[in-house]
């Protein structure tokens, strides 16, 4: 048997299996936030359709992660948690994943940022042919000048 994978674009129904899989993230895989907010925020930042296609990934009909492609052509891409430990850096879920993302929305590049400490991600995208082109960095203090 062929094991089927679709994306299929975000609903508001989505909501609760978006935010258990929000929940799910390691402190290492967060970029954009240092706690989840609560789930009336997160509700509010899903319905207002915050990326140019947002969709959950289903692997044999089950709701297994999601992807999303910003509107400044960043991927971001999440796995449920039993599915991680399992994946490898060349695995193929992921690649094909990013791949149907990256035909039904085709750009010129795309961008995948992530946490510096996420080994994992670091080592798929170095598989997958992507190139580092830039550190950031943050200050969160007020700076006196």
Known sequence: MRKVIVLKEVQKSDCSFLYELLSERKLYENISHKKNPTYAKHIKF???????????????????????????????????????????????????????????????????????RNTWMKNFLKNAEFELIQHTYEISKKISV
Request: cysteine-free.
């Open 46 to 116: 899903v319905m207002s359709k915050p990326y140019t296609k947002w969709y959950i990934i289903y692997y044999q009909k089950e709701k297994v992660g999601s992807i999303y492609l910003t509107k400044q052509d960043e991927i971001g891409i999440h796995f449920k948690e039993p599915l991680r430990p399992t994946l490898q850096p060349k695995n193929t879920l992921y690649l094909q994943v990013l791949k149907m993302i990256m035909k039904k929305n085709p750009r010129n590049r795309y961008f995948v940022n992530i946490n510096t």
